[in-house]
């Protein structure tokens, strides 16, 4: 199983694609921290050019701009604070139209949709990249309250980009209903979010909390063992029931007996048989004899 998503995000980690428009998109993923390389060219020298790279949102950003060896990086005034000291172009590669660039200590708020455009050429967009920094921290799971019939575990995943679908599964990789998960963005780390989920379960099993990012195939989880000791009392109150309906036979039969509503005689010709019957002087309609084994 790991080793598929392992395969399907390193297809991914630079894929090309159509969006939709009649240009092509490369898909880039990249490990929150890593230097993303985002790439374009041109077909001849661009150090008398002009390129820009922005990154596309409600507010478009400059992320790198370049015009026959005036860039961001010697003075020019006017990138966005997001990306200055991080951003880099491949000046000995110009003469060969590379105008590629290198985004730097990258974080979640880097994701986003990039052109590279030459504005004075025509087609002007020579590139259109979908940056993806992926954060996949690993669950922390907790027993947050237990007793001997059930348990509230508590699964905790902080600072995830994109988004992660949370779940529980048991033992057997079955997925448990749990409440409803909250999910809230992360005040230290721009397009990341926290994903709290809690299940109460009612058996001893390996509960394991699974963290999927479906938009790049990938998927981390973590286990915990919870041991359960279910009470007998229901057990100890059917006993209970039972003892007291007998001791309430016994005492009404002794009770009987000192009132003389019942009697014991011993049958003639066998003096170790008994025999119980009820008075007749004090129940003058009814007589019942029985005869116990000894």
């Given at each position: 199983?790991?080793?598929?998503?392992?395969?399907?995000?390193?297809?991914?980690?630079?894929?090309t694609f159509g969006d939709g428009t009649g240009s092509d998109v490369t898909r880039l993923i990249v490990k929150e921290g890593d230097d993303a390389t985002l790439m374009c060219s041109f077909p001849e020298s661009i150090i008398d050019k002009m390129f820009d790279w922005k990154k596309q949102e409600d507010?478009?950003?400059?992320?790198?701009?370049?015009?026959?060896?005036?860039?961001?990086?010697?003075?020019?005034?006017?990138?966005?604070?997001?990306?200055?000291?991080?951003?880099?172009?491949?000046?000995?590669?110009?003469?060969?139209?590379?105008?590629?660039?290198?985004?730097?200590?990258?974080?979640?708020?880097?994701s986003g949709n990039y052109t590279c455009d030459f504005p004075r050429d025509s087609p002007s967009t020579r590139a259109n990249v979908e940056l993806i920094i992926r954060a996949s921290p690993k669950p922390s799971v907790t027993n947050m309250n237990q007793n001997n019939d059930w348990a509230l575990l508590e699964c905790e995943v902080e600072g995830a980009s994109p988004e992660p679908v949370v779940e529980w599964r048991d033992g057997a990789g079955n997925i448990l209903p749990a409440e409803e998960p909250k999910v809230t963005k992360n005040q230290e780390k721009e397009n990341s979010f926290n994903v709290i989920l809690q299940i109460y379960v009612t058996k001893s099993d390996n509960y394991t909390c699974v963290s999927t990012q479906k938009k790049i195939y990938h998927q981390i989880s973590k286990k915990i063992y919870v041991q359960l000791h279910h009470s007998s009392t229901g057990w100890i109150v059917a006993l209970s029931v039972v003892s007291i309906i007998l001791v309430a036979v016994v005492v009404a039969f002794l009770l009987?007996?000192?009132?003389?509503?019942?009697?014991?005689?011993?049958?003639?010709?066998?003096?170790?048989?008994?025999?119980?019957?009820?008075?007749?002087?004090?129940?003058?309609?009814?007589?019942l004899k029985q005869t116990l084994n000894a």
């Open positions: 199983m790991e080793l598929v998503l392992l395969i399907s995000l390193f297809l991914l980690t630079a894929n507010k478009k950003k400059e992320v790198f701009f370049y015009n026959k060896g005036d860039h961001y990086n010697n003075g020019r005034s006017g990138q966005d604070e997001q990306f200055k000291g991080r951003v880099f172009h491949f000046e000995d590669q110009l003469v060969s139209g590379n105008a590629s660039i290198v985004i730097t200590k990258t974080q979640p708020g880097d009987l007996l000192q009132k003389g509503f019942i009697k014991l005689k011993r049958n003639q010709g066998s003096p170790s048989a008994p025999s119980v019957s009820l008075s007749s002087s004090q129940l003058p309609d009814v007589e």
